[in-house]
């Protein structure tokens, strides 16, 4: 029966987390922001030596599976007896949706020292008490009556995303003013555009069918990335705006980001201080713990692929091969991936999961701290046999202990212990290095002490050198400019893209 709290025998006992789902507020209306949030419950089987990391972990496993956007968690509290209230509501057919997930060993009918009422919030405390240690055991502080209650939060969509676009929900060729080349590929090019009706700059990647219908990797990965663009949201991610096609071409219209690749400032600066990595790395971390809650391994993760938008943020983009269907024990066999940031379990063709994400994710700080690669001498392949043997990689110089004691917790080669395999995203914001990082403000783009130069980059200062004139100082080929419309072979129409006729 709905709303009914069953009893079945299990090893593990079970956790309640009851979670409170609500709308971002823009900083200047977050006094006024209207309590308008949805409560849902999840009973989470808490296998021996559990944490509160990897609990919350699976809470948002399994409110990928149900809500549109995974939202980021910004508080948590422990309730004395909160798992008797609300098993007791349920009881009453009080619409807890606890009765739709199977349960174990429920709360005791002990009541516990002080009851919460939890159909609603305390805005005045819940927040402060993020500071719980992620990596406790959450069955040594939690008794039988209690349970952990979260606040997650959603961000509005900004004005410029595709949830806003009215009016314009089919486009073509012509709709565009091409402005120069920012990049190119083996099979596609990336041009700046202006969109001729709202005047709004945009990023478009064009890919030849010529190059891709005759290889089924690369047309798999043109569909799935597609696919993958039109379901993700968030903050740290690009946006896709509209993905079409003509007889010779591919279009994915994405966000402009008018800051270029960190790649390139890398290139340009060298090494980043430790702030200013710390900056960008909890950024890039809270857009890889949003892909991980939709299933999706990103498996490019480089600076290369972190773009900053036009106020000097980080968004994630090229998704081509990144995998969807994503779970906590999932291993994936492929080899793919930038030879540079090969983790040692795919070096050794062993599969893999989620663990390949934060060992990028390791590469990725030690880059921005060095400028270079571990284990990287020169010569790919005597990299790519230190990684699989497992050999320590020389520390970062005139680097604090606690950045380089995460890089080795980062890149280490057994994905079993690696930091993050566990309590996902959860288990790395715990590391000490972002103690004191409040990841609330870094998800609503908002200046902290931590962060001694918010943004480091300001790409409004010196727009001219955004990006490599490696590419801005190519001419935009000709048959770019009516992209492709005059080549000549058999159409194929490719899913997931809509056909315009030119």
């Known amino acids: 029966m709905p709303g009914t709290v069953t009893k079945k025998a299990r090893a593990s006992p079970m956790v309640l987390v009851v979670g409170h789902i609500r709308k971002a507020a823009s900083p200047a209306a977050a006094s006024e922001r209207e309590a308008s949030e949805r409560r849902v419950e999840v ?8 944490t509160i990391g990897w609990v919350l972990s699976r809470v948002i496993e399994e409110l990928s599976r149900k809500e549109p956007d995974v939202p980021n968690i910004v508080g948590l509290r422990m309730v004395k007896g909160g798992a008797k209230v609300a098993a007791d509501s349920s009881m009453r057919g009080g619409g807890s949706s606890a009765g739709s997930y199977s349960s174990g060993r429920r709360p005791s009918d002990s009541t516990g020292s002080s009851p919460a009422d939890l159909a609603g919030l305390d805005d005045g405390g819940l927040e402060g008490d993020l500071l ?13 009556s209690d349970c952990l209650e979260c606040v997650f939060e959603v961000q509005e969509p900004s004005s410029s995303s595709k949830a806003k676009l009215t009016g ?10 091409i402005i120069r080349v920012l990049g190119t590929g083996a099979s596609c090019k990336v041009v700046q555009v202006k969109h001729k009706i709202n005047g709004n700059f945009y990023a478009v990647k064009v890919m030849s069918k010529r190059k891709i219908v005759t290889n089924e990797k690369k047309l798999e990965r043109a569909i799935a990335e597609k696919r993958l663009l039109a379901r993700i949201s968030h903050p740290f991610c690009v946006s896709l705006h509209w993905a079409f096609q003509t007889k010779g071409h591919l279009f994915m219209v994405l966000d402009y980001c008018a800051g270029g690749e ?48 036009v106020d000097g943020h980080i968004r994630l983009t090229d998704f081509g091969l990144s995998k969807e269907n994503l779970t906590q024990s999932a291993l994936f066999q492929s080899f793919v991936g930038t030879v540079l940031y090969l983790s040692p379990e795919m070096i050794r063709r062993e599969g893999h999961g989620l663990a390949l994400d934060f060992y990028c994710l390791g590469c990725l700080v030690y880059v921005l701290l060095t400028g270079k690669l571990p284990h990287f001498t020169g010569d790919v392949h005597q990299m790519c046999s230190r990684r699989a043997k497992g050999e320590a990689f020389e520390a970062p110089k005139g680097c604090s202990p606690t950045v380089v004691h995460l890089c080795e917790r980062l890149l280490e080669a057994d994905p079993a ?17 972002f103690q004191d990082v409040d990841f609330h403000k870094v998800y609503r783009k908002e200046p902290q002490p931590v962060f001694p130069n918010f943004p480091p980059i300001d790409p409004k200062v010196d727009p001219d050198h955004n ?3 490696q590419f801005t100082r190519v001419p935009v080929p000709s048959q770019l400019l009516g992209f492709g419309s005059t080549v000549t ?14």
Not at 417 to 433: C, I, N, S, Y
């Open 168 to 177: 314009l929900d089919r486009v073509q060729v012509a709709d565009f003013q």
């Open 43 to 50: 009973w989470v089987e808490a296998m021996p030596g559990a």
């Open 467 to 469: 990006f490599s004139s």
């Open 489 to 502: 072979t058999s159409e194929h129409l490719i899913a997931g893209y809509s056909r315009v006729d030119y």
């Open 132 to 144: 719980v240690d992620y990596g406790v055991a959450v069955l040594d502080i939690l008794a039988d």
């Open 417 to 433: 212990v690696r930091l993050g395999t566990q309590g996902q995203a959860l288990e790395v914001k715990e590391h000490a290095w």
């Open 262 to 309: 960190l790649f390139h400032h890398l290139d340009r600066r060298g090494p980043f201080s430790e702030p200013d990595t710390r900056f960008y790395v909890s950024e890039i971390l809270l857009g890889l713990e949003y892909l991980h809650s939709q299933g999706i391994l990103y498996r490019d993760l480089k600076p290369e692929n972190c773009l900053l938008d």
